[in-house]
């Protein structure tokens, strides 16, 4: 990977240059604050960077949910990456300490800014009521930024037909804060003092400033698509759901997911966020405080940051601890089960995933039995759902395939198949498959340069067909309704049409591979029963 800081100090460069020769600065009013973005002269697609969108989450402000920005007079320039969140990592530990059994950009925690483009003249003069896709990026809810993509990739893979904003929302311990705190505040003082699930209301913050404000950059407020990956796909769940199905207003139409993770997410009180949380104040010094969170509160951000970091490393390898939490308000319920209800926001769905998630997450070196990983992953779990776990994945190549199955299955791939059934009839469902097809290895198949990088199956034919099969969606809400009718993607059933997919690979001579094939009715049935076990997976 080419390291953050030289990614982000190419791309400003890059950008600068590029913008030199603009012919207009066009000015946006949100009534709070002026923004001047700039026109890029190579493609005559315009750039607002950095607009900030909720108020600094500092002082009194942290743990708390997202608040209206100040009134800034003056025009504020909008033409350089915003500073991104603070960021944390996964676990690497080979043990999971919840198990009770005794068998030139900154990270900086005031990061709440998106970016938008959209396609213009050389005035900066946009068209109207364009669909528009907000991207939430992933990164585990510990990582990632608004910086390492670029809207204009989807613009130019849209024929110039949309809108993209991409969004940045508080991480880690800033993000999910996951504690009652009822031990250090009485009663409904929880809610008056502390936000749960910050994160996600900051993403939610944004989605209703896109509501107000993307007329004014071209955008129809009507025709909002939401697509993220891994984490981010994991928060598209997570809004699909929210409010028990019932937000208001309407924040999206259609919803796209690429590696739906869903973790376990836990009620906001039980076990596992409770010795979360006494570890976050333990390790902030705030233990013999009155009053923790006021503490917390006051603890340098530097120091919180350290906490941030050494806490999500303990979690068990290839693990996310700083997830949401069931809250009871935004989300009311496991996931899983809002699901199952039909209680969903959107009209429609396009859901991808990639032939071998789990991989990633698993250390390829320390092998275990399934049964025993089973008990690894998911701490609520006994001897009976191991054996399970054990028998259902025995005949699934050796035992680290198998491991590696378990992980991807449980906590990306089935959570997508359950999405897909309760969109019946509006849900599409696609596979990734270009090898290793790994997780994160679709990203640069539809934001070229993701990283530093670009796709290894530099293919125009499949790339077109993979990435416009995303954008035809934000437009039309169905795939089948082509940017270019010309791509190689043939016609695409929704999925409760015989388990309908759409696989994205290629032949050992390079060539693409774009067809119809059927969910594995043996992945089917696995999925089936980690519905069965949401209560102890927690999902």
């Known amino acids: 990977m080419v390291p953050h800081f030289l990614r982000t ?5 890059l950008l600068a240059a590029s913008l030199a020769g603009a012919q207009t600065s066009p000015i946006v009013d949100l009534g709070y604050a002026q923004y001047q973005g700039a026109v890029n002269p190579a493609n005559n697609i315009t750039q607002f960077l950095g607009i900030r969108y909720a108020a600094a989450p500092l002082g009194d402000l942290r743990f708390r949910a997202p608040q209206p920005p100040v009134n800034q007079t003056g025009v504020q320039q909008a033409t350089a990456q915003p500073n991104e969140c603070f960021q944390a990592g996964n676990g690497v530990s080979p043990t999971n300490r919840f198990e009770t059994r005794a068998t030139q950009i900154i990270d900086i925690e005031d990061c709440l800014f998106l970016n938008v483009y959209y396609p213009s003249d050389a005035a900066g003069t946009q068209p109207s009521d364009l669909p528009t896709l907000v991207w939430i990026h992933g990164g585990g809810y510990v990582g990632g930024a608004a ?4 809207g204009e990739d989807i613009i130019n893979q849209s024929a110039r037909g949309v809108v993209v ?3 940045q929302y508080r991480l880690g311990i800033f993000g999910q804060f996951i504690s009652s705190l009822n031990r250090f505040l009485p009663g409904t003082a929880v809610k008056e003092n502390g936000a749960l699930n910050a994160g996600l209301l900051d993403q939610d913050f944004a989605l209703r400033w896109v509501n107000q404000h993307i007329s004014k950059f071209g955008g129809d407020p009507s ?6 990956e891994s984490a981010g796909a994991g928060s598209v769940l997570q809004h699909v759901v929210a409010n028990g199905g019932r937000t208001e207003p309407q924040l999206f139409r259609g919803a796209i997911t690429s590696s739906t993770f869903l973790p376990s997410q836990y009620q906001f009180n039980d076990r596992i966020p409770e010795l979360l949380f006494s570890e976050v104040v333990a390790q902030a010094n705030c233990t013999s405080a009155t009053d923790a969170l006021t503490c917390l509160r006051g603890v340098d951000p530097t120091t919180l940051q350290t906490v941030n970091t050494n806490i999500n490393a303990a979690g068990f390898f290839g693990t996310f601890v700083m997830v949401p939490v069931i809250d009871g308000v935004f989300i009311t319920q496991r996931p899983t089960l809002s699901l199952l209800e039909g209680k969903v926001n959107g009209k429609a769905l396009l859901s991808v995933t990639n032939t071998f998630e789990g991989t990633r997450f698993v250390n390829q070196s320390a092998v275990v039995t399934a049964a025993q990983y089973a008990l690894d992953l998911f701490p609520d779990f006994g001897t009976a759902q191991a054996k399970t776990v054990g028998a259902l994945y025995a005949n699934d190549g050796n035992e680290l395939f198998q491991v590696d199955a378990i992980q991807g299955e449980s906590i990306f791939i089935c959570p997508t198949y359950y999405l897909l059934n309760a969109f019946p009839g509006r849900s599409f469902k696609g596979e990734f498959a270009i090898p290793p097809g790994l997780h994160g290895d679709d990203v640069l198949y539809y934001f070229p340069g993701a990283e530093g990088l670009f796709p290894p199956f530099n293919n125009t034919a499949f790339i077109d067909a993979f990435a416009q099969s995303f954008t035809s969606f934000i437009i039309n809400q169905n795939p089948n309704i082509k940017v270019n009718p010309t791509t190689i993607t043939p016609h695409w059933n929704t999925f409760d ?5 759409m696989l994205f690979n290629k032949t050992a001579d390079n ?6 094939i059927t969910t594995s009715n043996a992945l089917l049935e696995r999925c089936a029963f980690w519905n069965s076990v949401g209560n102890l997976t927690s999902q």
């Open 9 to 13: 100090l190419a791309a400003t460069l």
């Open 147 to 150: 910086s390492i993509y670029n």
């Open 165 to 167: 904003v991409i969004i």
């Open 223 to 228: 025709k909002v698509t939401i697509w993220g």
């Open 497 to 501: 049409i015989l388990h309908t997919e």
């Open 511 to 516: 060539e693409p591979v774009v067809h119809a």
